[in-house]
């Protein structure tokens, strides 16, 4: 019986990030567009693959493909334009095929927003591959 995937991939798994409210990230409404919301998401679990030496440009070069197949955030309270938040991004949960990455979002030490993805790994016919199974620590370019 292989071991689980945590034990056989050990890594960091969580980073911290600032990032500033720009102007095209605020709606009118004094919040922000989901859209906004999941490239912050996006923000956090690249940088948190980039420390662990995952290239998912490399992986697609190779065949294979990390698909976000699940995205979830609540919004508790709204940071203005220009104002920075911390980007806090966690591995939450692995399993043989998934990888469930965690957010929390920071203001001044308030917590204003949280999320949470999952991905999943495919090869070039869309089928799901095991994650051991897969080259995930290629060289970064």
Same mark, same amino acid.
């Given at each position: 019986m292989n071991p689980p995937v945590a034990d056989t991939m050990p890594r960091p798994l969580e980073t911290t990030q600032d990032v500033f @409210? +720009?102007?095209n990230e605020q709606s009118r409404t004094d919040g922000y567009s989901a859209s906004t919301m999941v490239r912050w998401l996006e923000l956090g679990r690249m940088e948190l693959f980039r420390r662990q030496g995952i290239s998912p440009r490399r992986l !697609? &070069? $190779? &065949?294979?493909?990390l698909v976000v197949i699940h995205v979830e955030y609540d919004l508790i309270e709204t940071v203005t334009l220009d104002e920075g938040f911390s980007l806090w991004t966690w591995e939450s949960r692995l399993t043989p095929v998934k990888a469930e990455h965690s957010y929390e979002f920071r203001f001044g030490g308030r917590l204003v927003a949280v999320g949470r993805t999952i991905v999943a790994c495919i090869d070039r016919g +869309? @089928?799901?591959?095991? $994650? !051991?199974?897969?080259p995930l620590r290629t060289p970064i370019e």
């Open positions: @409210v +720009r102007p !697609e &070069g $190779l &065949g294979y493909f +869309r @089928v799901v591959q095991k $994650l !051991e199974d897969t």
